[in-house]
């Protein structure tokens, strides 16, 4: 099992940046694809972004494409995700997840494909 846990998040005006980072323990996630969900109050957990093992591939929601950017550091088992331009419908609990069950597969955007999750980190956007 890995142990995930998020930072970085907070509070920023529209507009704004924040990068949050996914700090692996347990095992090294290199082999893992990776991936950001998040849960907005009264909202199922979606899908935000996703990197594959090696971090030569990519995928993101449609409404944060642009403005987020996943990546990772596999030499320090962490992972990424860069948010710019910032807008109040990015407010929510922001869940880091690995895949440990596929190794060195893409990134998916279904829930039901990541194993292990962390606690999340609260991202508020005022406007």
């Known amino acids: 099992q890995v142990q995930l846990v998020e930072s970085g998040g907070g509070l920023v005006q529209t507009g704004g940046s924040l990068r949050l980072s996914c700090a692996a323990s347990?095992?090294?996630?290199?082999?893992?694809?990776m991936g950001w969900f998040r849960q907005a109050p009264g909202k199922e957990r979606e899908f935000v972004a996703g990197i594959n093992w090696s971090g030569g591939s990519t995928r993101y929601a449609d409404s944060v494409k642009g403005r987020f950017t996943i990546s990772r550091d596999n030499a320090k088992n962490t992972v990424y995700l860069q948010m710019n331009s910032l807008k109040p419908e990015d407010t929510a609990v922001y869940y880091c997840?690995?895949?440990?069950?596929?190794?060195?597969?893409?990134?998916?955007?279904?829930?039901?494909?990541?194993?292990?999750w962390g606690q999340g980190t609260q991202v508020t956007v005022s406007s």
């Open positions: 347990g095992r090294t996630v290199s082999r893992y694809a």
């Open positions: 997840a690995a895949n440990h069950r596929q190794l060195y597969s893409s990134a998916s955007s279904l829930r039901g494909e990541y194993d292990d």
